[in-house]
Nanobody
Framework: QVQLVESGGGLVQAGGSLRLSCAAS????????VGWFRQAPGKEREFAAG???????RYADSVKGRFTISRDNAKNMVYLQMDILKPEDTALYYC?????????????????WGQGTQVTVSS
């Protein structure tokens, strides 16, 4: 069982930066793929970025070059550094984990979810 808790969301102006954190419990967390998903009002949940234990990453085209995902397995933490934020990045951001070494962009492939943290980007 893995429990996830996100933090770091907030209100920022367009062009600004935020760093989201995902704290995980569970001693086998290092073997899980972790993804950041986001959901805007009235829209489906979408994949933003993912990472596996060895550090391999994957990004959605919409965030590539602006977001950076990283993890610290010793601390059971995953981070999402978000730079050059745009109003369209406004959403509830979720951390999710799955006991696989493949990063899926499909939310249904993830077994564990956090409660989400709100990111609002003003124009």
């Amino acid at each position: 069982q893995v429990q996830l808790v996100e933090s770091g969301g907030g209100l920022v102006q367009a062009g600004g930066s935020l760093r989201l954190s995902c704290a995980a419990s569970g001693r086998i967390f290092s073997t899980h793929a972790v993804g950041w998903f986001r959901q805007a009002p009235g829209k489906e949940r979408e994949f933003a970025a993912g990472i596996i234990g060895g550090g391999v990453t994957r990004y959605a085209d919409s965030v590539k070059g602006r977001f950076t995902i990283s993890r610290d397995n010793a601390k059971n933490m995953v981070y999402l550094q978000m730079d050059i934020l745009k109003p369209e990045d406004t959403a509830l951001y979720y951390c999710a984990a799955r006991p696989r070494t493949f990063i899926s962009a499909n939310a249904r492939d993830y077994d564990y979810w956090g409660q989400g943290t709100q990111v609002t980007v003003s124009s």
